[in-house]
């Protein structure tokens, strides 16, 4: 069974060991936590209507790997410092841990914008090991994901096949993230 393990927001009080992990980023709101949640099926996440809900980095055990929850970003309620303070434990934490073997940018498939592109970017360069999992596809329809794929594909800048559509609400294609997870793990 899957839980919640701790929050933490320097390094030296992340979990020291060799388990592997995957992690959620993405724009605030999109959906992190409540996927985490899906995978989980139980409320081990914390989610909430309002952006900004995720502040630390938040450790999940899934028994053979980890799932780490990171705070959103580019929320403009949220001030210019604390957002500085986010992306950069966003950054720390992918430039620095070991254990991160797969990245799982979370965007809306209804709002993709160009702060998804800026994090495609930093994670082309930084971490090419990544996949683009388009939540709240519950709102849009699979004809016009398979219209739009290309299109989406290109803006975001990358490969079709690194696209997932998903949906935490309706748990649409979660057997295939789960897949494309134990492909790793
Ligand atoms: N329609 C729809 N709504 C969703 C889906 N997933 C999440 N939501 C809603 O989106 C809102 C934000 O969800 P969270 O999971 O808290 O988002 P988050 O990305 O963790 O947000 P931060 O912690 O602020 O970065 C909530 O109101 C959720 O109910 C989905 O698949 N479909
Ligand atoms: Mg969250």
């Not at 409540?34 to 055990?61: C, E, H, W, Y």
């Not at 899934?62 to 950054?91: C, E, H, M, T, W």
């Not at 649409?172 to 789960?178: G, M, P």
Request: charged residues 25%.
């Amino acid at each position: 069974m899957a839980m919640f393990i701790k929050s933490a927001e320097s390094p030296r009080d992340w979990i020291s060991d060799t388990k592997k992990e995957i992690c959620f980023i993405g724009r605030s709101n999109v959906g992190k936590s409540s996927l985490i949640n899906t995978l989980a099926n139980n409320n081990i996440a914390k989610t909430s209507n309002m952006p900004g809900r995720t502040q630390l980095v938040n450790f999940f055990d899934f028994g053979k790997y980890r799932v780490v929850d990171l705070p959103g970003y580019g929320f403009a309620n949220v001030s210019k410092s604390k957002q500085l303070d986010l992306l950069n434990i966003i950054n720390t934490y992918l430039t620095q841990r070991e254990n991160l073997i797969c990245v799982f940018l979370v965007c809306d498939i209804n709002v993709i914008t160009e702060k998804d592109v800026e994090m495609v970017d930093f994670l082309s360069n930084n971490f090419p090991n990544f996949y683009i999992l388009l939540n709240k596809s519950d709102k849009y329809s699979k004809s016009h994901f398979d219209n739009n794929k290309i299109k989406i594909a290109s803006y975001l800048n990358v490969d079709v096949d690194k696209l997932i559509p998903i949906s935490a609400k309706k748990k649409t294609n979660i057997t295939k993230l789960f897949n494309c997870i134990d492909n790793f793990c």
